[in-house]
């Protein structure tokens, strides 16, 4: 019988990229996404936006700034947590966005929005897309900068970075994620109000 491996393993191999932790975050969290982002929109803007987008660039998100050592996840019911949370900002965001000029929705392309169902693993080219979205967000960390997501992502603990580097660890994890914040909208992964 195989041990059932503990939250930090399966957040590390998701941190290291590992597509099959990847895959079940994915297959065990979208859908608990997607009802949020129904129940979030309302009948307007279900016109407007699919569910499907939203999951995507929420799931995106944190796919990037996990695997750059963001977050500090101890269970999964902080993990839940987050992902509802970065959902309701970004469907918030989005909302806004459509209201901020009122938009008229009946002017819409395509009337309804089509929801494509959430499927057991995610399709080859959304982990691509997400590979290589890491890979652009690494690239574009300074050498300091880098150095903290390469620690971070080997699982060292904020106050052991800030013992060898200097700093507190607050500091320093202040530093990574307004890093991160920094490139991810260059990028145009963030909107207003995300984590």
Request: hydrophobic share 45%; glycine share 8%; proline share 5%.
């Amino acid at each position: 019988m195989t041990p059932v491996p503990s939250f930090a393993e399966f957040i590390a191999r998701v941190r290291a990229g590992d597509a099959a932790a990847a895959a079940e975050l994915v297959r065990t969290y979208e859908p608990a996404v997607r009802v949020v982002v129904r129940a979030h929109l309302g009948a307007g803007l279900r016109r407007q936006f699919d569910s499907m987008d939203v999951c995507q660039s929420v799931m995106g998100t944190f796919f990037a700034r996990a695997a750059l050592g963001q977050y500090d996840l101890a269970d999964p019911k902080e993990l839940l947590a987050l992902l509802v949370r970065m959902t309701r900002n970004k469907v918030s965001s989005r909302a806004r966005y459509f209201n901020r000029d009122r938009r008229d929705g009946r002017r819409a392309v395509g009337g309804e929005a089509v929801e494509a169902e959430a499927s057991a693993d995610p399709p080859p080219d959304r982990v691509a897309e997400a590979r290589d979205l890491l890979v652009q967000l690494r690239d574009r960390l300074g050498p300091d900068d880098r150095d903290l997501a390469d620690r971070r992502a080997a699982g060292q603990e904020w106050a052991a970075i800030a013992a060898e580097l200097g700093g507190t660890p607050d500091g320093r994890r202040k530093q990574l994620a307004r890093a991160i914040d920094r490139i991810a909208g260059d990028l145009g992964l963030i909107e207003d109000g995300d984590e």
